[in-house]
């Protein structure tokens, strides 16, 4: 990872005057299980004819699959994810009825005027080290050098406008519309894309959604589609599953540690509670072996001129960071630990 692709400063929200608390998950920390993205060898795929890098770099999403690129800090993501919970417009509300019963005097006043924090949509928060963490979607959009723009994928399970298109397109087979086999072979590499590296899930490949089946159709037809609003949504949906239903995934754990190191957090945990960062590990690689074993190709995997690297070394900083102060913070982590 270069200089050059550092983006502009993520605005993270730290915040040591709010109650500690305990876990907000009800299962052990040790039943939790990283879901992780898959960095992808895309030479290796343009090197047996599928050259669809560029269909992602046209959405302006080179820089979250060169991010993939990078550690994941599975305890110190686990330690998070056990305290996190969502603050939607529901809390939000509910936390300035609570300041207006104990000061009636606000009654009328702005989020602000109440001493509250600003809310402009539903947030991440947990606790790491006696740090009150808030996450927004802008911090994951400023990471990856995204506008908050494009299609909301997750409103085409509904949304029909697309649809015969989007089949005629994309299968070979109408019948088979509601799975992969049915579909073209390029198409099932950018499924297989899809569902290793931009929404990883458990379980079977053979079945395709109404929201990823758009999600090809519009980066076939160069259609912007939100990403940042994505990736977000889905690590909001895990935590309401593991706070509601007990479900034990955490989801994008290399985004989210990408995340913890540029906001400097990573660097205050190294510092005073290194154990939460002692074990490093890194994505698996989606190389173009899949082919064969899906069945694209019925002849051997040609290997590119040059074997994918895996980055070893800690990424940059980002240009133009807000840097946190360790002196603002290390009073609130000895007393953590103490």
Not at 28 to 46: A, H, I, N, R, Y
Not at 253 to 258: A, H, K, M, Q, W
Request: charged residues 25%; glycine residues 4%.
């Amino acid at each position: 990872m270069s200089t050059s692709m550092n983006p502009l400063g993520i605005p993270p929200y730290l915040r040591k005057n709010l109650d500690y608390t305990g876990n907000e998950m009800e299962f052990q920390e040790s039943l939790l299980t990283l879901v992780s993205e898959k960095m992808v060898d895309f030479e290796g795929l343009k090197a047996n004819n599928f050259d669809v890098e560029p269909y992602f770099a046209k959405q302006g999403w080179k820089r979250y699959f060169d991010m993939l690129n990078g550690p994941i800090y599975p305890d110190l993501l686990k330690h998070f994810w056990m305290k996190a919970k969502l603050f939607t417009k529901y809390e939000a509300k509910q936390e300035e009825l609570q300041a207006i019963e104990k000061n009636p005097s606000l009654k009328g006043k702005s989020r602000k005027e109440m001493g509250l924090i600003e809310f402009t949509g539903t947030q991440i928060r947990s606790n790491v080290c006696g740090l009150n963490l808030i996450y927004s979607k802008e911090p994951f959009n400023e990471l990856l050098g995204l506008d908050d723009k494009g299609l909301i994928l997750d409103a085409f399970e509904k949304d029909t406008r697309y649809r015969d298109d989007l089949l005629h397109m994309m299968f070979l087979d109408i019948s088979q519309k509601g799975k992969v086999k049915g579909m073209t072979d390029e198409c099932r590499v950018l499924f297989k894309i899809i569902i290793s590296s931009i929404c990883p899930r458990i379980g079977g490949t053979d079945t395709i959604s109404w929201t990823h089946r758009h999600l090809i159709y519009f980066i076939l037809i160069e259609k912007k589609v939100n990403l940042g609003d994505y990736l977000f949504e889905r690590i909001c949906e895990a935590i309401h599953f593991s706070k509601t239903q007990r479900r034990t995934y955490i989801v994008h754990p290399r985004l989210l540690s990408e995340l913890f190191f540029q906001c400097m957090i990573l660097k205050l945990i190294k510092k005073y509670n290194p154990e939460l960062v002692a074990n490093e590990i890194r994505p698996e690689v989606l190389s173009a072996n899949f082919l064969t074993k899906m069945h694209i190709i019925n002849t051997n995997v040609v290997q590119p001129q040059q074997d994918f690297q895996v980055c070893t070394s800690d990424p940059f900083y980002m240009d133009n960071y807000l840097i946190i102060s360790e002196l603002d913070y290390e009073e609130v982590i000895q007393n953590y630990l103490e």
